[in-house]
């Protein structure tokens, strides 16, 4: 149950660092990030990937842990990129009419 939660920070994580980027800001939400923005979903991405590592270690202890969160997190980082590459209007929030 653990490594659940651990994937769904790391995840969350991962996209709020790909947020804090110019191109995939622009990408969701139609419009270039402000500094704020920018400082903010890089904050969030470190602070939930941080806690993603707490919960491996908690949930597996100090032996299995770091390598349990390095699988992790090479899954997340996909996951995260393919998420982006193939549907950032997918993501978006309030949804934005499809270019045809």
Do not use: N, Y
């Amino acid at each position: 149950m653990m490594e659940a939660t651990a994937f769904l920070l790391a995840t969350t994580g991962f996209g709020a660092l790909a947020l804090s980027m110019q191109k995939h800001h622009r990408a969701v939400f139609g419009a270039p990030p402000s500094q704020w923005r920018v400082l903010a979903f890089h904050s969030i991405g470190w602070l939930l990937l941080g806690l993603s590592f707490a919960a491996c270690i908690l949930d597996s202890r100090w032996v299995i842990g770091p390598v349990l969160w390095f699988g992790l997190i090479i899954v997340a980082a996909l996951a995260t990129a393919l998420i982006l590459t193939h549907g950032p209007r997918v993501i978006s929030w309030p949804p934005r009419q499809a270019d045809f």
